[in-house]
């Protein structure tokens, strides 16, 4: 791709993914309110001796499926990520990312089980050059998955295990992708 498709792919990319999270319900403005309802922490690890520690907010969706068993929320994160340089020795990185994701729990939505997914747009800076993958691009869409646990008064809180892929689409070569598993902690507020 262009120098040009660089410097305007992240506009582009957030907006088209906030357009879709408010066409599907799920962008802030279709949140219950401008301020978040949750934050979270998350550690991770990943093939070739990425970490990473996150926090975030969470707001949650106005929409929620009839029975009760989907839902969702739109998150903001920043995260820390810590992975071999390529001269030796270790190298940080700063990331964001915003994501709509979809939660789907069980038993009409009654269940303290649920399943997550969603994609998402980030930012990595500086971009993400290591001992074993080299990415083209500062901007990735972040795929997520995850399992999880609510509990406390109300279930007012959630443990998750959650699998994260990070990659560009292809936009741009080398694409070679990260992924890692992460374990998080929410609470409302």
Same mark, same amino acid.
């Given at each position: 791709?262009?120098?040009?498709?660089?410097?305007?792919? $992240?506009?582009?990319?957030?907006?088209? +993914?906030? &357009?879709?999270? @408010? %066409?599907?319900?799920?962008?802030?403005?279709?949140? *219950? #309110?401008?301020?978040?309802?949750?934050?979270?922490?998350?550690?991770?690890?990943?093939?070739?001796?990425?970490?990473?520690?996150?926090?975030?907010?969470?707001?949650?969706?106005?929409?929620?499926?009839?029975?009760?068993?989907?839902?969702?929320?739109?998150?903001?994160?920043?995260?820390?990520?810590?992975?071999? $340089?390529?001269?030796?020795?270790?190298? +940080?990185? &700063?990331?964001? @990312? %915003?994501?709509?994701?979809?939660?789907?729990?069980? *038993? #009409?939505?009654?269940?303290?089980?649920?399943?997550?997914?969603?994609?998402?747009?980030?930012?990595?800076?500086?971009?993400?050059?290591?001992?074993?993958?080299?990415?083209?691009?500062?901007?990735?869409?972040?795929?997520?998955?995850?399992?999880?646990?609510?509990?406390?008064?109300?279930?007012?809180?959630?443990?998750?295990?959650?699998?994260?892929?990070? +990659?560009? &689409?292809?936009?741009?070569?080398?694409?070679?992708?990260?992924?890692?598993?992460?374990?998080?902690?929410?609470?409302?507020?």
């Amino acid at each position: 791709m262009t120098h040009a498709f660089r410097l305007h792919a $992240a506009p582009r990319l957030a907006a088209l +993914s906030l &357009a879709a999270a @408010a %066409l599907l319900g799920g962008g802030p403005a279709h949140a *219950e #309110g401008w301020s978040p309802d949750a934050w979270f922490v998350q550690a991770g690890y990943g093939a070739h001796n990425i970490n990473s520690l996150n926090a975030g907010v969470v707001w949650p969706w106005s929409w929620k499926s009839q029975g009760g068993g989907w839902g969702g929320y739109t998150e903001l994160l920043a995260a820390g990520w810590n992975a071999d $340089a390529v001269g030796g020795g270790r190298k +940080s990185f &700063a990331h964001v @990312a %915003l994501s709509p994701i979809f939660r789907y729990r069980f *038993e #009409g939505g009654t269940s303290p089980f649920f399943v997550e997914a969603g994609i998402g747009v980030s930012y990595t800076a500086p971009v993400y050059v290591t001992k074993f993958k080299t990415f083209s691009t500062q901007f990735q869409f972040a795929d997520t998955i995850g399992v999880g646990r609510s509990f406390g008064d109300n279930m007012n809180q959630d443990v998750t295990l959650r699998l994260q892929h990070l +990659s560009n &689409a292809g936009f741009k070569r080398p694409n070679p992708g990260v992924e890692y598993l992460q374990l998080r902690y929410t609470r409302k507020f």
